[in-house]
């Protein structure tokens, strides 16, 4: 069985093979990539557990994969291009032999400052080479990371850093997004200041904003760079791995509580995440492939960083945001690097749809070959814009569906390979066996339906636990449906049996492609100083996809109630991060319950998307009266 896929026919005999035989599929597959020593069994599972261990017995490093391998053939080649948020600042170009040089040499400063095997490394840095050089250095040495989303709150990070009992953090004096300095290390400082466990943080130097410098505990990247340098620890030999050894913890909102920490082990997850990139892309040797995703998300970790350098890819990595210094940064970086797979989000479509074709029009895009959306349905229109005027009509849309839970795309064409449809996500890629369950938990099977989508066969890239949690990892994805992971979403089977995802049906919403629980949201607003009690929901949102709606109940009217909502506001970005802040909130004096004291959150959910026709029957709420003042107040 091939590595690539060439033809529809080759997908077919593949994925028939995946269902049959998937050990057999798996280790053909595996065979393409550098072990130290090659597994005694390809898959051992239960869904009960979960237990669920690929490749068992391997050894290997997935950095030896995504550098070392490559040297001898295309040392030279680029690895990394990045491109600054400054248009006028210089890009870097890093070939494989400089990326593995810089990667090495970083290792050696995490082992100089006591890192080792097993350790968790919190990493909260802008998007710039050095991220990545940090990712695969705790790789190479194997300690787990912690990757921290720029976005996110000191209070969030250090949530997360105690969660993971980090021993250090990685991150910069500030990052450049569009005309924002972000102030990293101040933000981890206030972190700090609730996290006895991390001992040291690395400081890279990258906007010179002023910070502070604590002695013991901070240091500048670049002398402990020209420490290990004067030591003469230049090379650092990779560690080598158990297959189903921690590669790396992500934390990721779900329905309830805290975000858990999504863990990745080693040998399935480099697998999965380079297997599906080189089959959905069509990368071809040379191509210049670009993600738009941070790496702070799961996209970047599989789709940036892994997946691409483990095939011996270019990738691009670009610092800033769509919309500076214009609407058409995008096209530009397309343009200026000969850009032959894009890949980015239905909101940053949307937005981009939103400024107009004047800023399409006169970019050179004829280097695109294939285009792919992550991260939230795409809508009809979106998905015409970027087929009409991006791909020009003749570059495939591959609509990749998956979670940071997966490791790598589930459902998704592969590119001049399966036929496409407008905001389908099409078929299962080869060793994933999706399922529709209806609420009772009963498979609905044929085409023409809908239901609760669940995956009941395991693929290599799957979570193997939730960190320091196992028995959470189980409730939340095992325990919905009897041996099937439970994805969250909702999706629909259409006649020819191609996969269109509907949508969250749990209370998880997507804003922008950003996952956010609304408990999360409603704790945050909870705690400001005046709220009683709060209800969020998502609602359509134009460039959104979701926005953040809130229902606030507060414990005295507001004087000014413009500002109590900034108040608020400002509550949530500091307890989470202004990624969470709701779009609107409306104050009520009452929340739709029923005698047994549950929120009806759906009946929530039609008033904030205006449909107050469906509201429906409310005759069995504690006091149906609430309904009509909530709706009378609606923003
Ligand atoms: C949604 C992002 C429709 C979905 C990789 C999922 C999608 C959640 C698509 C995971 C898509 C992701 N079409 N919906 N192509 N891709 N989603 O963990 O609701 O950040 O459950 O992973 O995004 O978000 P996460």
């Known amino acids: 069985m091939n590595f690539n896929i060439a033809s529809f026919e080759e997908y077919k005999l593949a994925y028939q093979k995946s269902v049959e035989q998937p050990e057999e599929f798996w280790a053909e597959i595996a065979e393409n990539f550098t072990w130290r020593k090659k597994w005694d069994k390809v898959l051992d599972w239960d869904f009960k557990g979960p237990n669920i261990e690929w490749f068992k017995g391997a050894k290997l490093n997935i950095t030896e994969n995504c550098l070392d391998r490559h040297l001898a053939d295309r040392g030279d080649q680029p690895a990394i291009i990045w491109e600054p948020n400054d248009p006028s600042e210089h890009h870097r170009i890093l070939t494989y032999k400089q990326l593995h040089q810089k990667v090495c040499l970083f290792a050696n400063v995490l082992k100089n400052n006591g890192v080792k095997k097993g350790d968790r490394v919190c990493i909260y840095m802008p998007m710039i080479p ?62 700090l200041v609730q996290c006895p466990s991390v001992k040291t943080v690395i400081v890279l130097t990258r906007t010179r904003t002023p910070i502070s410098m604590i002695k013991g505990r901070d240091k500048w990247w670049q002398d402990e760079i020209n420490k290990v340098e004067t030591l003469g620890l230049i090379d650092c030999e990779p560690e080598e791995m158990d297959a189903e050894d921690e590669l790396f913890v992500l934390y990721t909102s779900g329905s309830t509580g805290k975000p858990k920490g999504v863990v990745h082990t080693t040998a399935g997850y480099m697998v999965y995440a380079a297997y599906t990139f080189q089959n959905v892309f069509q990368y071809q040797p ?57 890949y980015t989000a239905p909101t940053a479509i949307r937005s981009l749809m939103q400024s107009g074709l004047d800023y399409v029009k006169d970019k050179d895009l004829s280097s695109l070959k294939v285009l792919g959306s992550v991260g939230e349905p795409i809508n009809e229109e979106a998905w015409h814009w970027y087929n009409d005027h991006i791909g020009k009509g003749k570059c495939p849309i591959v609509d990749t569906w998956w979670q940071t839970e997966n490791g790598g795309i589930l459902i998704s064409p592969i590119a001049n390979v399966t036929p496409t449809k407008p905001c389908y996500a099409t078929l299962p890629l080869p060793g994933v066996q999706p399922v529709l369950v209806d609420e009772n938990g ?62 969250r049906v749990d209370d998880v919403i997507n804003v922008s492609g950003h996952r956010i629980g609304t408990a999360e949201v409603e704790n ?23 926005g953040i709606y809130a229902y606030v109940i507060l414990n005295k009217e507001s004087e000014d109630e413009e500002l109590t909502r900034k108040d608020i506001a400002m509550t949530v970005s500091r307890i989470i991060g202004a990624i969470a802040r709701p779009d609107k909130i409306q104050f009520v004096k009452g929340l739709p319950k029923t005698r047994s004291g549950k929120i009806m959150r759906r009946i929530l959910r039609k008033i904030a998307e205006g449909d107050m026709g469906s509201v429906g029957d409310t005759s069995t709420l504690l006091d149906p009266t609430v309904v009509d003042e909530i709706i009378t107040g609606k923003l």
């Open 524 to 546: 945050a607003i909870n705690m400001f100083t005046d709220v009683v009690e709060s209800a969020v929901v998502g609602y359509p949102h134009e460039i959104k996809g979701q």
């Open 442 to 503: 009963k498979v609905i099977e044929g085409n023409g339906v809908s239901g609760n989508l669940c995956i009941k066969f395991p693929w290599p890239g799957m979570l193997r636990t939730t960190y320091g949690d196992h028995e959470r990892c189980r409730q939340t994805y095992f325990s919905t449906y009897e041996n099937m992971y439970f994805t969250g979403d909702g999706c629909l089977r259409d006649e020819d049996g191609y996969y269109r995802i509907t949508g």
């Open 130 to 191: 050095e991220l990545a050089i940090a990712v695969l250095a705790c790789a190479r040495i194997g300690a787990i990371h912690s990757v921290v989303f720029g976005g996110f709150s000191a209070q969030s990070i250090a949530d997360r850093i105690k969660d993971a009992q980090c021993e250090m953090v990685i991150t910069a004096d500030g990052g450049f997004r569009g005309t924002k300095d972000i102030p990293l290390k101040n933000v981890i400082d206030d972190a």
């Open 286 to 342: 040379k191509d210049v492939y670009f993600c738009t995703a941070d790496i702070g998300w799961i996209t970047g970790h599989s789709y940036i960083i892994y997946g691409p350098l483990a095939q011996g890819a270019t990738t691009l990595m670009f610092e800033g945001v769509p919309t500076y210094p214009d609407a058409g940064r995008f096209w530009d970086i397309v343009d200026k690097f000969k850009v032959n797979v894009l």
